[in-house]
């Protein structure tokens, strides 16, 4: 899933992280969403989630598309 979301992402682009959305070990501060995220030229942020890694990766990549898209269409 890292290569084709790789492959989605615009020229100066790059992922930043995936991470679990969890903001601590205690146990009512864990989560099972996990955070992909890709950073681009001045700044830009777009971020993927999902229940799974390859979740968020895959949001990711659809919301890269999509931003290539909008940009070039």
Known sequence: MWVRTEASLPLGWWIDSLR??????????????????AKGPEDETIEGEG??????????ANKLRERQ?????
């Not at 679990?20 to 995220?37: E, F, K, M, Y």
């Open 20 to 37: 679990c959305a969890s903001n601590g070990l205690a146990p009512h501060l864990r989560s099972d969403r996990w955070i992909a995220i």
């Open 51 to 60: 229940g799974s890694a390859d979740q968020a990766m895959a949001n990711l």
């Open 69 to 73: 898209g909008s940009i070039s269409g």
